[in-house]
């Protein structure tokens, strides 16, 4: 008796019977073994190459691999076989969409819609795509029809809850953003209890859940301040590198998500802090500064910084002092999450990239706050852009505060150091990608959440080239003022 064939084990052959191969890779892709699929379907396609359901199925799964190049050459072949099919137009779009072709994906979204007008997934997929263009209003009137058809899908509802948050409808967006919770990928971190919802809270425990990224942790923890003032016991769990920040400025009990789940009466996301308390566009508060440094960690800090200072004119006397300006590059990958991923990959550059900021040398120590595997750029720095790197001294967000809070300037990509120097008050100058986060809006080069803020956005995708020029330019008048 023969072993059976392992799971995803592609049938090389091309001897093989077509049909069983064929039966195979459909087998392949409802289990949802896209890798073992695209192996059986490489060898099946050159066997019938007028196949377009072969090539449509090739297609779906190289799509969920993100492969995306070699997605759009199988779709397009497909497409130019049978235009007629609206399922294979709206891949199409998905894919140019997540190459950031976006002109190619409206065109393919638009000739789905005219094939089937009420198809759910093209609907979304133009909604998606004229939001990631800056076109929030366009986007909602492809939303609203989609979710007239389908009002209970949460991953739908998320989706439209951007375009509003984006065109700065705070009420309507964070309302409809609390659907997020109702999605696969968020209801596996929450905790298990009744959540608040805007209620009376006093003389109950109420539990602070730091839901998303650092980043959202940091942006959205402003609003504890106003809890205080409802009569109720705080208690907040977040990541560990977040903890000794949180409990040195909120003062109130901080464990982290290593820990047992605490004792709680009730339980709120952050990011479901401004929907409860009712906060809109004109109501973001403590834009000004709302986190607070240890005055311990920034004394250490400010001895490090005083020996770089005399180092420096120890080796060339000057008569200023040098601009301190922090300095990163690269987001934290999450490779686990395909969206992050992708989107982690659109906000990230390379040190290299700021080259033209090495004009402005003379007048500026760089620091580099760049944390992970991306940190080691700052050993190679671009001709003339030296970087002082004393990263190997941070532990945590409450070290990182406290260099932050000592320096003129952050200038950063849209991670969560650009958000934490905007919680402590400095200034900091964000680069940001074509299709920025719906918390930056649309067409501005300012925020409601930071008042230091200043954003310079890519105006194509992958340009990252204007918006550095205009920072360097920026900064030279930031050098000569100084």
Same mark, same amino acid.
């Given at each position: ?47 019938? /190459? ?6 449509? *199925? $090739? @297609?779906?799964?190289?799509? +969920? &691999?993100? #492969?995306? !190049?070699? %997605? ?10 049978? /235009? ?6 709206? *891949? $199409? @779009?998905?894919?140019?969409? +997540? &190459?950031? #072709?976006? !002109?190619? %994906? ?10 089937? /007008? ?8 133009? @909604? ?10 366009? %986007? ?10 389908? /009002? ?247 070290d990182t505060a406290g260099l932050v809070s000592l320096l003129d300037l952050v200038i950063a990509v849209d991670t969560s150091t650009a958000h934490l120097a905007g919680a402590l008050g400095r200034p900091v100058w964000m680069l940001s990608r074509y299709d920025q986060c719906w918390r930056w809006l649309t067409t501005r080069d300012d925020t409601p959440w930071y008042d230091t803020m200043r954003i310079y956005t890519q105006p194509a995708p992958f340009d990252w080239t204007t918006p550095v020029e205009a920072m ?11």
């Amino acid at each position: 008796m023969s072993s059976p064939t392992a799971v995803g084990t592609p049938l090389h052959s091309t001897t093989a019977d077509p049909a069983a191969q064929s039966t195979a890779a459909d087998a392949a892709l409802q289990r949802g073994d896209y890798a073992g699929a695209v192996d059986l379907l490489h060898t099946l396609v050159p066997m019938r /190459p007028g196949d377009v359901r072969l090539l449509l *199925n $090739l @297609g779906g799964a190289l799509k +969920e &691999l993100a #492969r995306f !190049d070699e %997605a759009l050459s199988v779709l397009s072949r497909a497409v130019s076989l049978d /235009p007629r099919r609206h399922g294979a137009w709206s *891949n $199409l @779009g998905t894919v140019c969409l +997540e &190459l950031q #072709r976006y !002109d190619d %994906a409206i065109a393919a979204f638009a000739n789905a819609l005219r094939l089937k /007008p009420d198809h759910g997934p093209a609907l979304s997929g133009m @909604g998606v795509t004229l939001r990631r263009r800056g076109l929030p209003t366009e %986007a909602l009137t492809f939303f609203d029809i989609a979710v007239a058809a389908s /009002p209970d899908d949460a991953d739908l509802r998320t989706a439209r809850s951007f375009a509003y948050l984006a065109g700065g409808d705070y009420r309507r967006g964070f309302a409809e953003y609390e659907w997020r919770l109702h999605t696969r990928t968020c209801t596996a971190g929450l905790p298990r209890g009744p959540s608040w919802k805007g209620e009376p809270l006093a003389g109950r425990t109420l539990l602070l859940h730091g839901e998303g990224g650092l980043g959202d942790i940091l942006q959205f923890c402003r609003f504890i301040p106003l809890l205080r003032a409802m009569d109720c016991r705080l208690i907040m769990r977040v990541p560990p590198p977040l903890v000794r920040l949180m409990s040195r400025t909120f003062e109130i009990p901080v464990s982290s998500t290593d820990e047992a789940l605490p004792v709680f009466d009730l339980f709120c996301t952050l990011m479901s802090l401004p929907y409860a308390l009712g906060m809109t566009i004109d109501t973001v508060p403590f834009s000004d500064r709302y986190l607070a440094a240890d005055p311990d960690i920034v004394a250490g800090w400010r001895a490090v910084l005083d020996r770089d200072l005399a180092s420096r004119f120890a080796e060339r006397p000057s008569r200023r002092p040098p601009l301190k300006v922090g300095l990163v590059w690269s987001g934290a990958k999450r490779p686990w999450h395909v969206q992050t991923t992708l989107m982690d990959e659109r906000r990230s550059t390379s040190l290299s990239t700021l080259a033209p900021l090495a004009r402005c040398a003379d007048g500026i120590s760089f620091y580099s706050l760049q944390i992970g595997s991306p940190a080691a750029e700052a050993t190679s720095p671009p001709p003339g852009l030296p970087v002082i790197d004393h990263t190997g001294r941070i532990g945590d967000f409450a070290d990182t505060a406290g260099l932050v809070s000592l320096l003129d300037l952050v200038i950063a990509v849209d991670t969560s150091t650009a958000h934490l120097a905007g919680a402590l008050g400095r200034p900091v100058w964000m680069l940001s990608r074509y299709d920025q986060c719906w918390r930056w809006l649309t067409t501005r080069d300012d925020t409601p959440w930071y008042d230091t803020m200043r954003i310079y956005t890519q105006p194509a995708p992958f340009d990252w080239t204007t918006p550095v020029e205009a920072m360097a330019n920026d900064l030279a008048r930031l050098v000569d003022a100084a």
